[in-house]
């Protein structure tokens, strides 16, 4: 039996480095689980849109998609922008069956990514008793992708940094220098800036810019393309299709 195709749904940005990794990540997918066909379509921005995609998959005859968004936590892309498009497609293209699949957050595959991405900063394990972190997200104005990040930071604090703070680059406070800021007057010396985002662009620039504009000592880079990231797709993708192929008594 075929396998269905994996439709990785971006955000899209004007910036071009975003498409950039998120097409980097899609081949380090391939990479991972050869013969998966990987396709990408974006939100926004880029090209080729998500309805271009699935319109030249139904032509080619595929018969199921498992449409994975390329998100953090559970906001309004999520819950509603991605479910209406695919909605739409079903109904124009009624022999194509297209599931979504979950986001990606929480996960410890992501926080694996985060430490990677940390150490190839300049943090070693060793300098976390004496560092706070801040962990530097997008922002939501959903309560819900709030909180996970908010527990996230609370997780990461029990894996021996000294202090941990969430911060916002958009939609909520504090925001990165803030956050920062914070930790130097608890008494902190040393502080990282983890940015908890996929791919480079308007608002992880601005956590960079918050980074430097209050002296934090490391600034980490996004998730990018990194192999956690490649095998959290697979995990997710896996989970849509077992989810499928389960009767509905079953998972009901």
Sequence with gaps: ?????????????????????????????????????????????????????????????????????????RAFHAKS???????????RLPRLRVRQA???????????????????AGVRPGDRGSTGLVLA???????????????????????????VRPAFASAS??????AVR?????????VAVAPYVIAPGRLPDRIAAGAAESGADVLAGVLGPSPELARLLLDRYDGARTAAARPASLSA
């Excluded at 410890?108 to 991405?117: F, H, I, K, T, V």
């Excluded at 997008?138 to 930071?153: L, R």
């Design 1 to 73: 039996m075929t396998s269905p195709v994996l439709l990785v749904v971006a955000h899209g940005s004007r910036d071009p480095r975003h498409a950039a990794t998120v097409h980097a990540l899609t081949a380090r997918v391939r990479a991972l689980r050869p013969g998966l066909r990987v396709e990408t379509g974006f939100l926004d921005f880029n090209a080729p849109s998500v309805p271009r995609v699935l319109e030249r998959l139904a032509a080619q005859g595929a018969g199921d998609v498992v449409a994975l968004p390329l998100l953090l936590t």
């Design 137 to 163: 997200s997008a922002g939501s104005t959903d309560p819900e992708a709030i909180a996970v990040i908010a527990e996230i930071a609370r997780e990461l604090r029990h894996t021996g940094w000294c202090s």
């Design 182 to 190: 914070a930790l130097r007057a608890e008494g902190v010396g040393r």
């Design 81 to 91: 922008d991605i479910p209406a498009v695919l909605r739409e497609a079903r109904t």
């Design 173 to 178: 406070l504090p925001r990165t220098e803030d």
């Design 102 to 120: 979950e986001v990606l957050g929480p996960s410890p595959l992501l926080n694996s990514a985060l430490e990677r991405r940390l150490h190839e």
